[in-house]
């Protein structure tokens, strides 16, 4: 469940910190002292310092620094989608997944990440794995800036095929995952971009920006029947 928003900002206040805190911050450290948050924060370091600390984003090592708590994607989408573009080079695929298995605990789904599994004689890899209830969300994130229509059409077919492998397979996928599932499961392929798609559905498989996940995951039962998915060995099209 979503926590209630924090302090509210201006949107450019909301930017400025973001881009100090990548200029503080890496993927393998993302501790900062919070004097050099002050000289690049200047008269609204206060602000930066609250506004970090309320919405979750943020917390106290000790009295001189902040450990960021959240993927640093999270901060992105949080000041703005257009920071997603302007940080792609500082972000890896990584931090990426990151992201995307933090947005779906958000919304309370539990998580798998970098499934390697042979299904089908075929040997693949599942970049992120979402459950809750019935649901299996099977994501391929793409940590592209720019994709085509026509190789996003190729990316959604590959992973169609693979998803639909895993289907078929399922009970190799339990026992590879250690997980126990007594219910009708239904399994949604679905691609996770960094920036909006020229395509928001193909062949009824949505993709998804990484700053819209959240907003996704929100309307998401209101519209799953209308998306591609999989029920043990049969495919189901809304």
Known sequence: MRKDPGMVIGREDALRITEAIFMLTSEFNRVFSLNSLRILTGDYYGDAVNWLIENGLATRV???????????????????????VRHVDDLSWSEFEEFISFT??????QTLRGVRLTVGG???????????????????AKHWLSISVG?????????????????????????????????EVYVYPLVVTLKAPQMQVIDNVPIVASY?????????????DSFLHFKTREMHLG
């Open 62 to 84: 000790n009295d001189r620094y902040l450990r960021v708590t959240v993927p640093r994607l999270r901060l992105l989408a949080v000041a703005g989608g257009e920071l997603v």
């Open 104 to 109: 779906l605990n958000q919304a309370g789904y």
């Open 122 to 140: 075929v040997r693949g890899e599942f970049d992120v794995i979402g459950y809750r209830g019935d649901v299996f969300m099977v994501i391929e």
């Open 151 to 183: 190789e996003l059409r190729r990316i959604v077919e590959k992973h169609v095929g693979k998803v639909e492998m895993l289907a078929n397979d399922w009970a190799r996928f339990m026992r590879k995952v250690k997980l126990k599932v007594d219910h």
């Open 212 to 224: 819209q996940l959240s907003n996704f995951l929100d309307g998401f039962d209101m519209a799953r």
